[in-house]
């Protein structure tokens, strides 16, 4: 019972271009997402998220857009840099259900390209 | 002055043997959590503890038990291993409770054998 879908495993990029990875959910109660950054042997960081009453949210090279009725988010980096290579996980929430209802996706592993 | 450290890095160990996990946060956040990854590489929230009470307990087996000794520490005890038990654990916090910005440790991967 995934409630938060990345559907891609692994995402390759190449080095300046656009990075754009997705994530869908199903729990139409989730109203605010999250994206996280992981590197290998290390924790997953905040990197963006995004309210249900946005649309669009940026934070420098970073957007995060959500499409509400087709309960769809994405991440889109632009420019792509060699450090952005790591595993993106998506979560989701619910309103008073804070970190004890934040729901992970897989991830998914962008590999930039030099 | 790593923000949220655990400890160890690895854990290699017997089926049937009993183990900790330990988490410090030196973030003075409210709230600590743990999480399991397993091999499907999901990230599921296992206790969270809000100033030194338990505040959510998933599904797990009572053969896991969280001991917070004070708001800094997070400990992860683990009774009677089971090769099931092998995962990657991540410790994390956050400033206080409801709140999703978690800061999350290096983890500690348990390999049960």
């Known amino acids: 019972d995934q409630q938060v879908k990345q559907n891609s495993p692994s995402l390759s990029v190449q080095e300046g271009r656009i990075s754009i990875l997705n994530c869908d959910y199903t729990?139409?109660?989730?109203?605010?997402f999250l994206w996280y950054k992981k590197y290998p042997a290390e924790g997953p960081t905040f990197l963006i998220s995004?309210?249900?009453?946005?649309d669009k949210n940026e934070d420098g090279r970073f957007t995060v857009f959500l499409n509400k009725s087709a309960k769809h988010l994405s991440l889109h980096i632009v420019p792509s840099q060699p450090g952005d290579s790591a595993v993106y996980f998506c979560?989701?929430?619910?309103?008073?259900?804070?970190?004890?209802?934040?729901?992970f996706g897989k991830g998914t592993h962008l590999i930039i390209q030099p | 002055d790593t923000a949220v450290s655990q400890t160890p890095k690895y854990l290699v160990t017997q089926m049937g043997n009993d183990k900790s996990i330990k988490c410090e946060q030196n973030?003075?956040?409210?709230?600590m959590y743990w999480y399991k990854q397993d091999s499907k590489k999901f990230l599921k929230i296992m206790f969270s503890?809000?100033?030194?009470?338990?505040?959510i307990n998933e599904t797990v087996p009572n053969r896991f038990s969280p001991k917070s000794p004070d708001k800094a520490h997070l400990n992860l005890h683990i009774n009677s291993l089971e090769l099931g038990d092998s995962a990657v654990y991540f410790c994390?916090?956050?400033?206080?409770?409801?709140?999703?910005?978690?800061?999350f440790g290096s983890g500690t991967q348990l390999s049960v054998l």
């Open positions: 973030l003075g956040h409210d709230t």
């Open positions: 994390a916090s956050s400033p206080r409770q409801y709140n999703e910005k978690l800061f």
């Open positions: 729990n139409s109660m989730f109203d605010y």
């Open positions: 979560a989701a929430s619910y309103s008073g259900g804070g970190a004890d209802g934040l729901t």
């Open positions: 995004i309210s249900s009453i946005k």
């Open positions: 503890y809000n100033n030194k009470e338990l505040i």
